[in-house]
């Protein structure tokens, strides 16, 4: 029984653990630049960078829709497209610089600006890449605006409560693209 209940503990731990892992993959942005080179094939290695539309483009696959996708899934793409030229293809995608991957903070900051996201960031850690808040920032009127589509979203960041340990919440995670402003 208890030989049964630990199986059990350990294959859900696992499962855990690889969904987790799946749901903060990279996911690639507009100006992010790729490496990419199939095996064997000196003639298809070029660095791209993703288009303003998301889209790469690559010989012999021709255009491949890069944005919001895991290197994973632009080489199980670029895999399918040049099967039809070459057989079996062995198709290595690397992402070289996450330039696309950015936020910006604009207002009462010491060096405002735009700011890569080489790691996961709050709104307090890119606050402190912009060197803190200068003495006139109105600290709990701070704003992060934040793209859906064709949507803006308005997520507010309460400075002197996050300060206090109060009002966490406020402290989102950033995404690419996000702007704070700090009145």
């Known amino acids: 029984m208890l030989k049964r209940f630990l199986v059990l503990f350990v ?7 690889s969904t987790t ?16 080179s199939v095996w064997n094939e000196e ?25 919001d996708k895991t290197v994973a899934e632009v080489e199980e793409e670029l895999t399918k497209k040049l099967s039809e030229y070459l057989a ?10 996450v330039e696309g991957n950015r936020v910006h903070i604009l207002g009462k900051v010491l060096n405002p600006g735009s700011f890569v996201m080489n790691q996961p960031l709050d709104a ?8 803190g808040l200068s003495p006139y920032a109105e600290e709990n009127n701070i704003i992060v605006l934040r ?28 995404e690419s693209g996000d702007v704070i402003i700090v009145p």
């Open 88 to 97: 079996d293809p062995v198709v290595t995608v690397s992402v070289t610089n």
């Open 124 to 131: 307090m850690q890119a606050l402190s890449l912009a060197g």
């Open 147 to 174: 793209r859906d589509g064709t949507k803006q979203q308005v997520l507010p960041v309460k400075y002197a409560e996050i300060k206090k340990g109060k009002a966490l919440n406020t402290n989102i995670t950033l």
């Open 11 to 17: 294959a859900l731990v696992s499962l855990f653990s």
């Open 21 to 36: 892992f799946a749901a903060e993959r990279y996911l690639l942005n507009s100006g992010d630049v790729l490496d990419i």
């Open 43 to 67: 003639s298809l290695q070029k660095q791209v960078t993703v288009l303003p539309d998301g889209v790469i483009t690559f010989p012999l696959a021709g255009e491949v829709v890069a944005k």
